[in-house]
């Protein structure tokens, strides 16, 4: 089994910058792809970004050009810079794991973001 656990949520004004990080107990270069979500208060789980085995960056258009996904292979760790933070941005954000089948089954606990001043 896959766990995954993010961190780096907190508290930040408007503008703002925070990282994320999501650590995975196995080798995620074996995954087809890791991807970040979040879900705020009385919505839905929204997709915010995604990287693929062979390195293929998809972004949400909320986040695209504040946000950045990248990864470190030898430390089985997925990371998502967020800069110029909205209120809107304030939700948890979760990461999950894309197997080699494009089977999904494996999400973080979630780490809280939250952008106020």
């Known amino acids: 089994q896959v766990q995954l656990v993010e961190s780096g949520g907190g508290l930040v004004q408007p503008g703002g910058s925070l990282g994320l990080s999501c650590a995975a107990s196995g080798s995620i270069s074996s995954f087809n792809a890791m991807r970040w979500y979040r879900q705020a208060p009385g919505k839905e789980r929204e997709f915010v970004a995604h990287?693929?085995?062979?390195?293929?960056?998809l972004y949400a258009d909320s986040v695209k050009g504040r946000f950045t996904i990248s990864r470190d292979n030898a430390k089985n760790t997925v990371y998502l810079q967020m800069n110029s933070l909205k209120p809107e941005d304030t939700a948890a954000y979760y990461c999950n794991a894309v197997l080699s089948d494009y089977s999904s089954p494996y999400w973080g606990r979630g780490t809280q973001v939250t952008v106020s001043s």
């Open positions: 990287i693929s085995k062979s390195g293929y960056i």
